[in-house]
């Protein structure tokens, strides 16, 4: 299958070398780098946080149960 090449200017690209490689310095870096800091903690909270979240939760859920039984039993009339 022969076409022609859709790029008509192909001589005339920047950065090419003869052989179709690219010189160093030529390309973008692989990836971004950051120098400065992000403004927050990289650490994250403390794990007692997250327990005390989770009886927190626990305890109100708890009582929302004990309220609605007691209810349906007609403690609460």
């Known amino acids: 299958m022969s076409g022609q090449n ?3 200017e192909e001589d005339k690209l920047t950065g090419l070398e003869p ?3 690219v010189p160093p310095g030529e390309t973008p870096p692989g990836e971004a780098s950051t120098s400065m800091t992000q403004g927050h903690e990289e650490s994250g909270p403390r794990k007692g946080t997250q327990f ?3 009886g927190i939760i626990g305890v109100v859920v708890l009582l929302c149960l004990l309220y609605f039984i007691g209810y349906i039993v007609g403690f609460f009339d």
């Open 6 to 8: 859709p790029d008509p």
């Open 52 to 54: 005390l979240w989770i």
């Open 19 to 21: 052989g179709g490689g």
